[in-house]
């Protein structure tokens, strides 16, 4: 998987791979299913988040929820010593860490994790491009507001959905915020997105998965 020259990609399989992490930098982490031990991911887990855990019946999202929010909570401790990461969620339900000066944002698809961290607001999604998808249905719905190129073929369309999540993250709102009032159009072979004032999604297309970052 290729990123671009603004993000540093970085593949995560044990704690023991963050030992050069510098979060001074825009950084993704990429967590395959596989890791070395569930259990270095597991033991950094919070008691909030464990009791989350506890309410989650697929093993698969189990592991992920293991390893994304252990890994956070790694990289939290990294900047803050000894500190106990306090999470909170926003009214809409985004996750936070109480006092840290890093935004992070999480994405996954069938096989791979991501988390974002940045020092401003960030948002990021991913999905894998042999998902099924019927653009006739999506484009009768008009639940989205996309250009008309979104429905030319399955590629197209992900460029725009993917950077459609990755906005809504990055305004901590999701899908509470009505998709149909946010113009997303690909402009110069680049996603742009119109929601009272526009601002560029970056887009990565590689190994079979379309990812796309809005960052401040």
Same mark, same amino acid.
């Given at each position: 998987?290729?990123?671009?020259?603004?993000?540093?990609?970085?593949?995560?399989?044990?704690?023991?791979?963050?030992?050069?992490?510098?979060?001074?930098?825009?950084?993704?982490?990429?967590?395959?299913?596989?890791?070395?031990?569930?259990?270095?991911?597991?033991?950094?887990?919070?008691?909030?988040?464990?009791?989350?855990?506890? !309410?989650?019946?697929?093993?698969?999202?189990?592991?992920?929820?293991?390893?994304?929010?252990?890994?956070?909570?790694?990289?939290?401790?990294?900047?803050?010593?000894?500190?106990?990461?306090?999470?909170?969620?926003? !009214?809409?339900?985004?996750?936070?860490?109480?006092?840290? %000066?890093?935004?992070?944002?999480?994405?996954?698809?069938?096989?791979?994790?991501?988390?974002?961290?940045?020092? !401003?607001?960030?948002?990021?999604?991913?999905?894998?491009?042999?998902?099924?998808?019927?653009?006739?249905?999506?484009?009768?719905? @008009?639940?989205?507001?996309?250009?008309?190129?979104?429905?030319?073929?399955? %590629?197209?369309?992900?460029?725009?959905?993917?950077?459609?999540?990755?906005?809504?993250?990055?305004?901590?709102?999701?899908?509470?915020?009505?998709?149909?009032?946010?113009?997303?159009?690909?402009?110069?072979?680049?996603?742009?997105?119109?929601?009272? @004032?526009?601002?560029?999604?970056?887009?990565? @297309?590689?190994?079979?998965?379309?990812?796309?970052?809005?960052?401040?």
């Amino acid at each position: 998987m290729n990123t671009s020259k603004n993000f540093r990609l970085m593949e995560v399989t044990s704690p023991k791979d963050l030992s050069d992490v510098n979060l001074a930098e825009r950084v993704i982490f990429k967590l395959p299913m596989a890791l070395r031990k569930e259990s270095d991911f597991l033991k950094h887990l919070d008691l909030l988040n464990k009791a989350r855990l506890d !309410e989650i019946s697929s093993a698969e999202d189990k592991l992920r929820f293991i390893k994304t929010r252990g890994l956070v909570n790694i990289l939290f401790l990294l900047e803050n010593g000894g500190a106990e990461p306090i999470w909170k969620l926003n !009214e809409y339900g985004k996750p936070y860490i109480e006092g840290w %000066e890093k935004d992070f944002s999480i994405s996954h698809t069938r096989d791979i994790s991501l988390v974002a961290v940045a020092s !401003e607001a960030i948002g990021i999604d991913i999905e894998d491009n042999s998902r099924n998808i019927d653009l006739e249905k999506f484009k009768r719905t @008009k639940f989205l507001n996309f250009d008309d190129g979104a429905y030319n073929n399955k %590629e197209e369309f992900l460029m725009r959905f993917t950077a459609l999540e990755a906005y809504l993250k990055y305004i901590g709102k999701g899908f509470y915020k009505d998709a149909r009032t946010i113009s997303v159009k690909k402009i110069d072979d680049g996603i742009v997105i119109d929601d009272g @004032k526009v601002i560029k999604a970056e887009s990565i @297309k590689s190994g079979g998965y379309t990812i796309s970052i809005v960052i401040k």
